[in-house]
Protein backbone atom coordinates (compact mmCIF):
# COMPACT_ATOMS: atom_id res chain seq x y z
CA UNK A 1 0.00 0.00 0.00
CA UNK A 2 1.01 3.42 -0.32
CA UNK A 3 2.84 5.51 2.11
CA UNK A 4 -0.49 7.62 2.79
CA UNK A 5 -2.41 4.74 3.09
CA UNK A 6 -0.06 2.93 5.90
CA UNK A 7 -0.21 6.27 7.38
CA UNK A 8 -4.38 7.03 7.94
CA UNK A 9 -4.43 2.91 9.17
CA UNK A 10 -1.44 2.31 10.74
CA UNK A 11 -1.83 1.44 14.84
CA UNK A 12 -5.41 2.00 14.48
CA UNK A 13 -6.26 -1.72 15.73
CA UNK A 14 -4.15 -1.28 19.01
CA UNK A 15 -6.39 -2.05 22.06
CA UNK A 16 -5.87 -0.75 25.49
CA UNK A 17 -2.49 -2.62 26.86
CA UNK A 18 -4.10 -2.75 30.77
CA UNK A 19 -6.27 -1.19 32.82
CA UNK A 20 -6.45 2.19 34.39
CA UNK A 21 -8.07 3.04 37.43
CA UNK A 22 -10.03 5.45 35.61
CA UNK A 23 -12.28 4.98 32.22
CA UNK A 24 -10.74 5.33 28.67
CA UNK A 25 -10.89 8.40 26.85
CA UNK A 26 -12.29 7.46 23.64
CA UNK A 27 -12.50 10.70 20.94
CA UNK A 28 -14.97 9.57 18.71
CA UNK A 29 -17.75 10.87 16.51
CA UNK A 30 -17.11 8.12 14.14
CA UNK A 31 -18.08 4.88 15.81
CA UNK A 32 -16.72 1.89 13.97
CA UNK A 33 -19.68 -1.18 13.15
CA UNK A 34 -18.56 -4.58 12.71
CA UNK A 35 -20.10 -5.72 9.52
CA UNK A 36 -22.77 -4.40 7.37
CA UNK A 37 -25.73 -5.54 9.26
CA UNK A 38 -24.36 -3.74 11.86
CA UNK A 39 -25.13 -0.58 10.62
CA UNK A 40 -28.73 -0.43 11.05
CA UNK A 41 -29.01 -2.80 13.89
CA UNK A 42 -26.67 -1.46 16.50
CA UNK A 43 -28.45 0.88 19.17
CA UNK A 44 -24.80 2.79 19.46
CA UNK A 45 -23.63 3.96 15.34
CA UNK A 46 -22.58 7.11 16.20
CA UNK A 47 -20.24 8.74 19.01
CA UNK A 48 -22.98 11.75 20.13
CA UNK A 49 -24.35 9.75 22.52
CA UNK A 50 -21.19 9.26 24.65
CA UNK A 51 -18.62 6.69 24.78
CA UNK A 52 -16.85 4.87 27.87
CA UNK A 53 -16.11 8.02 29.96
CA UNK A 54 -19.77 9.32 29.09
CA UNK A 55 -21.08 5.78 30.56
CA UNK A 56 -18.83 5.62 33.59
CA UNK A 57 -19.32 9.11 34.36
CA UNK A 58 -23.29 8.42 34.35
CA UNK A 59 -22.82 5.52 36.10
CA UNK A 60 -20.78 7.30 39.03
CA UNK A 61 -24.08 10.19 38.56
CA UNK A 62 -25.90 7.35 39.22
CA UNK A 63 -25.11 6.56 42.42
CA UNK A 64 -24.95 9.84 44.00
CA UNK A 65 -28.72 10.94 42.91
CA UNK A 66 -29.76 7.54 43.64
CA UNK A 67 -30.89 7.23 40.02
CA UNK A 68 -32.09 4.69 37.70
CA UNK A 69 -30.97 6.96 34.51
CA UNK A 70 -28.74 9.88 34.43
CA UNK A 71 -28.18 12.24 31.31
CA UNK A 72 -25.58 14.59 30.46
CA UNK A 73 -25.40 18.31 28.97
CA UNK A 74 -22.99 20.31 27.75
CA UNK A 75 -23.38 23.06 30.68
CA UNK A 76 -25.81 23.29 34.13
CA UNK A 77 -28.23 25.61 31.96
CA UNK A 78 -28.66 23.45 28.93
CA UNK A 79 -29.49 20.25 31.51
CA UNK A 80 -32.23 22.64 33.09
CA UNK A 81 -33.21 24.26 29.39
CA UNK A 82 -33.09 20.04 28.02
CA UNK A 83 -35.08 18.43 30.90
CA UNK A 84 -38.05 21.62 30.53
CA UNK A 85 -38.17 20.93 26.85
CA UNK A 86 -38.18 17.28 27.29
CA UNK A 87 -41.32 17.04 29.20
CA UNK A 88 -43.41 20.25 28.45
CA UNK A 89 -45.54 21.38 25.57
CA UNK A 90 -47.41 24.17 24.31
CA UNK A 91 -50.90 24.70 26.48
CA UNK A 92 -48.80 23.73 29.67
CA UNK A 93 -48.29 25.65 32.49
CA UNK A 94 -44.79 25.74 34.85
CA UNK A 95 -44.39 27.39 38.62
CA UNK A 96 -40.72 28.69 38.57
CA UNK A 97 -39.69 29.54 42.25
CA UNK A 98 -38.26 32.96 42.10
CA UNK A 99 -35.21 31.62 43.83
CA UNK A 100 -33.84 29.66 41.12
CA UNK A 101 -30.82 30.93 39.44
CA UNK A 102 -32.29 33.32 37.52
CA UNK A 103 -30.56 32.76 33.75
CA UNK A 104 -33.19 29.25 34.68
CA UNK A 105 -36.11 31.68 35.21
CA UNK A 106 -35.09 33.55 31.82
CA UNK A 107 -34.83 30.63 29.60
CA UNK A 108 -38.61 29.66 31.04
CA UNK A 109 -39.72 33.27 30.52
CA UNK A 110 -38.24 33.87 27.18
CA UNK A 111 -37.98 30.76 25.75
CA UNK A 112 -40.83 28.62 27.00
CA UNK A 113 -43.12 31.18 27.11
CA UNK A 114 -42.71 31.57 23.16
CA UNK A 115 -43.18 27.90 22.53
CA UNK A 116 -46.41 28.17 24.22
CA UNK A 117 -46.33 27.40 28.39
CA UNK A 118 -47.93 29.20 30.63
CA UNK A 119 -44.97 30.85 33.04
CA UNK A 120 -45.88 31.32 36.80
CA UNK A 121 -42.68 32.93 38.92
CA UNK A 122 -43.65 31.96 42.71
CA UNK A 123 -42.44 33.52 45.87
CA UNK A 124 -39.75 30.92 47.01
CA UNK A 125 -41.24 31.38 50.86
CA UNK A 126 -44.63 30.19 50.17
CA UNK A 127 -45.28 27.10 52.20
CA UNK A 128 -46.38 24.08 50.25
CA UNK A 129 -50.15 24.80 50.98
CA UNK A 130 -49.74 27.78 49.50
CA UNK A 131 -48.18 26.99 46.36
CA UNK A 132 -50.26 24.20 45.77
CA UNK A 133 -53.21 26.59 45.58
CA UNK A 134 -51.56 28.59 42.78
CA UNK A 135 -51.88 24.49 40.55
CA UNK A 136 -54.57 25.27 37.84
CA UNK A 137 -55.77 22.83 35.18
CA UNK A 138 -53.06 23.42 32.98
CA UNK A 139 -49.73 23.15 35.44
CA UNK A 140 -47.87 20.35 34.30
CA UNK A 141 -45.08 21.14 36.43
CA UNK A 142 -43.26 22.77 39.55
CA UNK A 143 -39.49 23.96 39.10
CA UNK A 144 -37.97 24.47 42.77
CA UNK A 145 -34.02 25.37 43.97
CA UNK A 146 -33.43 24.79 47.68
CA UNK A 147 -32.06 27.00 48.93
CA UNK A 148 -32.13 29.92 46.23
CA UNK A 149 -30.08 31.37 44.47
CA UNK A 150 -28.44 34.03 46.38
CA UNK A 151 -31.20 34.66 49.07
CA UNK A 152 -30.94 31.33 50.58
CA UNK A 153 -34.40 29.90 51.34
CA UNK A 154 -34.99 26.69 52.08
CA UNK A 155 -38.36 24.84 50.11
CA UNK A 156 -39.96 22.51 51.74
CA UNK A 157 -39.17 20.09 49.03
CA UNK A 158 -40.71 16.25 50.24
CA UNK A 159 -43.88 18.39 51.27
CA UNK A 160 -44.16 20.14 48.20
CA UNK A 161 -42.85 17.26 46.09
CA UNK A 162 -45.87 14.57 47.74
CA UNK A 163 -48.38 17.18 47.29
CA UNK A 164 -47.62 17.69 43.46
CA UNK A 165 -47.99 14.30 42.78
CA UNK A 166 -51.18 13.70 44.10
CA UNK A 167 -52.12 16.76 41.56
CA UNK A 168 -50.56 14.87 38.98
CA UNK A 169 -48.30 17.96 38.58
CA UNK A 170 -44.20 17.08 38.05
CA UNK A 171 -41.39 18.57 40.02
CA UNK A 172 -38.06 19.28 39.06
CA UNK A 173 -35.41 20.38 41.09
CA UNK A 174 -31.68 22.25 40.79
CA UNK A 175 -30.02 21.05 43.71
CA UNK A 176 -26.59 22.30 42.92
CA UNK A 177 -25.98 23.49 46.11
CA UNK A 178 -26.18 20.68 47.49
CA UNK A 179 -24.32 18.90 44.88
CA UNK A 180 -26.39 15.99 44.77
CA UNK A 181 -24.70 14.66 48.10
CA UNK A 182 -26.18 16.42 50.97
CA UNK A 183 -29.50 16.31 49.96
CA UNK A 184 -30.81 13.59 47.78
CA UNK A 185 -34.62 15.10 45.61
CA UNK A 186 -35.19 11.93 44.17
CA UNK A 187 -35.05 9.74 47.47
CA UNK A 188 -37.72 12.78 48.62
CA UNK A 189 -40.12 12.41 45.97
CA UNK A 190 -39.04 14.61 43.24
CA UNK A 191 -39.02 13.68 39.62
CA UNK A 192 -36.13 14.83 38.10
CA UNK A 193 -33.06 15.92 40.00
CA UNK A 194 -30.62 18.52 38.04
CA UNK A 195 -27.14 20.09 38.69
CA UNK A 196 -24.82 21.94 37.54
CA UNK A 197 -21.85 19.70 37.55
CA UNK A 198 -20.00 22.54 36.83
CA UNK A 199 -19.48 23.54 40.09
CA UNK A 200 -19.20 21.23 42.97
CA UNK A 201 -18.45 18.31 41.03
CA UNK A 202 -16.02 19.26 38.75
CA UNK A 203 -14.42 21.68 41.74
CA UNK A 204 -11.86 22.88 39.88
CA UNK A 205 -13.69 25.40 37.99
CA UNK A 206 -12.60 24.32 34.43
CA UNK A 207 -15.51 22.54 32.89
CA UNK A 208 -18.80 23.24 31.74
CA UNK A 209 -21.33 20.17 32.29
CA UNK A 210 -24.94 19.47 33.74
CA UNK A 211 -26.97 16.44 34.52
CA UNK A 212 -30.55 15.48 34.96
CA UNK A 213 -31.33 12.41 36.89
CA UNK A 214 -34.83 10.40 37.01
CA UNK A 215 -36.18 7.29 38.36
CA UNK A 216 -39.34 6.92 36.41
CA UNK A 217 -38.61 5.28 33.30
CA UNK A 218 -41.08 7.44 31.45
CA UNK A 219 -39.29 10.76 31.75
CA UNK A 220 -35.79 8.99 31.18
CA UNK A 221 -37.41 8.08 27.68
CA UNK A 222 -38.27 11.63 27.30
CA UNK A 223 -34.78 13.04 28.35
CA UNK A 224 -33.44 10.87 26.22
CA UNK A 225 -35.03 11.00 23.13
CA UNK A 226 -34.97 15.49 23.60
CA UNK A 227 -31.05 14.90 23.68
CA UNK A 228 -31.21 12.93 20.73
CA UNK A 229 -33.12 15.15 18.74
CA UNK A 230 -31.43 18.88 19.97
CA UNK A 231 -28.09 17.22 19.38
CA UNK A 232 -26.08 17.67 22.66
CA UNK A 233 -23.04 16.10 23.31
CA UNK A 234 -20.23 15.78 25.89
CA UNK A 235 -17.13 15.01 24.99
CA UNK A 236 -14.88 12.18 26.50
CA UNK A 237 -12.21 14.21 27.88
CA UNK A 238 -14.70 16.64 29.96
CA UNK A 239 -16.59 13.57 30.91
CA UNK A 240 -13.32 11.79 32.54
CA UNK A 241 -12.43 15.03 33.89
CA UNK A 242 -15.72 15.38 35.51
CA UNK A 243 -15.74 11.81 37.07
CA UNK A 244 -12.26 12.56 38.04
CA UNK A 245 -14.36 14.70 40.13
CA UNK A 246 -16.91 13.20 41.55
CA UNK A 247 -14.17 10.79 42.86
CA UNK A 248 -13.49 13.31 45.95
CA UNK A 249 -16.47 15.53 45.66
CA UNK A 250 -17.31 13.68 49.34
CA UNK A 251 -14.13 14.90 50.98
CA UNK A 252 -14.04 18.04 49.44
CA UNK A 253 -17.44 18.97 50.26
CA UNK A 254 -16.83 17.96 53.65
CA UNK A 255 -14.04 20.23 53.66
CA UNK A 256 -16.07 23.56 52.14
CA UNK A 257 -18.98 22.87 54.61
CA UNK A 258 -16.49 22.93 57.94
CA UNK A 259 -14.60 26.62 56.41
CA UNK A 260 -17.64 27.61 55.56
CA UNK A 261 -19.46 27.54 58.63
CA UNK A 262 -16.23 28.75 60.47
CA UNK A 263 -16.54 31.49 58.47
CA UNK A 264 -20.12 32.22 58.91
CA UNK A 265 -20.36 32.02 62.30
CA UNK A 266 -17.98 34.41 62.59
CA UNK A 267 -19.40 36.93 60.43
CA UNK A 268 -22.47 36.50 63.17
CA UNK A 269 -20.79 38.39 65.53
CA UNK A 270 -18.92 41.15 63.58
CA UNK A 271 -20.68 45.13 64.15
CA UNK A 272 -20.92 45.26 59.92
CA UNK A 273 -23.32 42.60 59.45
CA UNK A 274 -26.96 42.84 59.77
CA UNK A 275 -27.39 38.78 58.88
CA UNK A 276 -25.77 35.66 57.74
CA UNK A 277 -27.96 33.60 55.34
CA UNK A 278 -26.43 30.27 55.91
CA UNK A 279 -28.88 27.25 56.27
CA UNK A 280 -26.74 25.60 58.67
CA UNK A 281 -26.51 28.49 61.17
CA UNK A 282 -29.77 27.53 64.14
CA UNK A 283 -31.03 30.73 63.60
CA UNK A 284 -30.91 31.40 60.23
CA UNK A 285 -33.93 31.77 58.13
CA UNK A 286 -35.55 28.31 57.71
CA UNK A 287 -32.63 26.65 59.10
CA UNK A 288 -35.41 23.66 60.86
CA UNK A 289 -35.97 22.63 56.85
CA UNK A 290 -31.99 22.26 56.36
CA UNK A 291 -31.54 20.39 59.66
CA UNK A 292 -34.60 17.78 58.83
CA UNK A 293 -33.92 17.24 55.46
CA UNK A 294 -29.67 17.87 54.60
CA UNK A 295 -26.66 15.97 55.89
CA UNK A 296 -24.65 18.19 55.37
CA UNK A 297 -24.01 22.26 53.69
CA UNK A 298 -21.82 23.39 50.90
CA UNK A 299 -19.65 26.40 51.00
CA UNK A 300 -21.65 29.17 49.69
CA UNK A 301 -23.87 31.50 51.73
CA UNK A 302 -25.29 35.29 51.92
CA UNK A 303 -24.99 37.78 54.92
CA UNK A 304 -26.43 41.02 54.54
CA UNK A 305 -24.25 43.76 55.75
CA UNK A 306 -25.62 47.13 57.95
CA UNK A 307 -26.72 49.55 55.45
CA UNK A 308 -23.90 51.55 53.75
CA UNK A 309 -22.12 53.77 50.80
CA UNK A 310 -22.07 51.40 47.88
CA UNK A 311 -18.16 52.93 47.42
CA UNK A 312 -17.84 51.25 51.01
CA UNK A 313 -19.54 48.13 49.64
CA UNK A 314 -16.90 48.54 46.40
CA UNK A 315 -14.22 49.15 49.41
CA UNK A 316 -14.79 45.77 51.16
CA UNK A 317 -14.83 43.94 47.70
CA UNK A 318 -11.68 45.72 46.63
CA UNK A 319 -9.73 44.54 49.41
CA UNK A 320 -10.02 41.06 49.13
CA UNK A 321 -6.88 39.43 48.39
CA UNK A 322 -7.85 35.56 48.92
CA UNK A 323 -11.49 35.60 47.65
CA UNK A 324 -10.94 35.85 44.21
CA UNK A 325 -14.43 38.12 42.85
CA UNK A 326 -16.25 36.33 40.54
CA UNK A 327 -19.70 34.73 39.82
CA UNK A 328 -19.47 31.13 39.98
CA UNK A 329 -18.49 28.87 42.60
CA UNK A 330 -17.59 24.86 43.61
CA UNK A 331 -14.20 25.21 42.62
CA UNK A 332 -11.23 24.92 45.38
CA UNK A 333 -10.85 28.42 45.40
CA UNK A 334 -12.93 30.88 47.71
CA UNK A 335 -15.06 33.65 45.69
CA UNK A 336 -17.03 37.00 46.66
CA UNK A 337 -19.35 39.22 44.98
CA UNK A 338 -22.34 41.80 46.03
CA UNK A 339 -25.86 40.62 45.02
CA UNK A 340 -28.13 43.48 44.92
CA UNK A 341 -27.71 44.51 41.10
CA UNK A 342 -28.85 40.69 40.62
CA UNK A 343 -31.85 40.90 43.26
CA UNK A 344 -33.70 44.08 40.67
CA UNK A 345 -35.01 41.21 38.65
CA UNK A 346 -37.10 39.84 40.80
CA UNK A 347 -40.53 40.63 41.55
CA UNK A 348 -41.22 40.11 45.55
CA UNK A 349 -39.30 41.91 48.22
CA UNK A 350 -36.61 39.98 49.81
CA UNK A 351 -37.14 42.06 53.15
CA UNK A 352 -33.32 41.96 53.41
CA UNK A 353 -32.23 45.71 55.40
CA UNK A 354 -29.11 45.86 53.53
CA UNK A 355 -26.66 45.33 50.89
CA UNK A 356 -26.38 41.67 49.90
CA UNK A 357 -23.33 39.73 49.70
CA UNK A 358 -22.42 36.25 48.76
CA UNK A 359 -19.31 34.09 49.52
CA UNK A 360 -17.89 30.88 48.53
CA UNK A 361 -15.80 29.01 50.73
CA UNK A 362 -13.12 26.71 49.11
CA UNK A 363 -10.10 24.65 50.50
CA UNK A 364 -8.36 27.58 51.87
CA UNK A 365 -8.15 27.45 55.80
CA UNK A 366 -10.43 29.00 57.38
CA UNK A 367 -8.32 31.58 59.56
CA UNK A 368 -6.57 33.05 56.52
CA UNK A 369 -9.79 33.67 54.76
CA UNK A 370 -11.60 35.54 58.19
CA UNK A 371 -8.28 37.69 58.09
CA UNK A 372 -8.98 38.47 54.65
CA UNK A 373 -12.19 39.57 55.56
CA UNK A 374 -10.81 41.31 58.41
CA UNK A 375 -8.91 43.24 55.91
CA UNK A 376 -12.17 44.22 53.93
CA UNK A 377 -14.27 44.95 56.72
CA UNK A 378 -11.49 47.83 57.66
CA UNK A 379 -11.83 48.80 53.95
CA UNK A 380 -15.79 49.26 54.32
CA UNK A 381 -15.20 51.19 57.73
CA UNK A 382 -12.76 53.70 56.18
CA UNK A 383 -15.08 54.04 53.04
CA UNK A 384 -18.39 54.43 55.11
C1 LIG B 1 -24.12 27.76 37.79
C2 LIG B 1 -25.49 27.28 38.00
C3 LIG B 1 -26.25 26.73 36.96
C4 LIG B 1 -25.75 26.71 35.53
O1 LIG B 1 -24.63 25.94 35.33
P1 LIG B 1 -23.70 26.21 34.06
O2 LIG B 1 -22.91 24.97 33.93
O3 LIG B 1 -22.90 27.42 34.35
O4 LIG B 1 -24.62 26.42 32.89
C5 LIG B 1 -27.51 26.26 37.24
N1 LIG B 1 -28.01 26.32 38.48
C6 LIG B 1 -27.33 26.83 39.51
C7 LIG B 1 -27.94 26.84 40.86
C8 LIG B 1 -26.05 27.33 39.30
O5 LIG B 1 -25.38 27.88 40.32
New binding site residues.
Given amino acids: MDEKTRLIHAGRDVQPRARTVGPAIQRGSTVLLPNSRALYEEDLGYGRAGLAAQEALCLGLAELERASDVFLYP????A?SGALTAVLKAGDAILVTEGA?K??RVFCQRVLTRFGVRVEIYDARLSPDELMALVKDDTRMILL?SPS?LTFEMQDVPAIAAAARTRGVLTLM?N??AAGLYFKPLAHGVDISVQ?L??YVCGHSDI???SAATNDRKLAAQLEASIHDFGWAVTGDAAYDMLRGLRTLPTRLARHDETARAVAGWLTAQPQVKQVLHPALPGAPSHAIWDRDYSGASGLFGFVLNPCPLDAEHAFLDALKIFGLGF??GGFESLAIRCDPQLKSRTFVTGLEGPLFRLHIGLEQASDLIADLVAGFAALDAAS
Avoid at 75 to 78: D, E, F, K, T, V
Fill in positions: SGLALYPTESDTWATKFMGSW
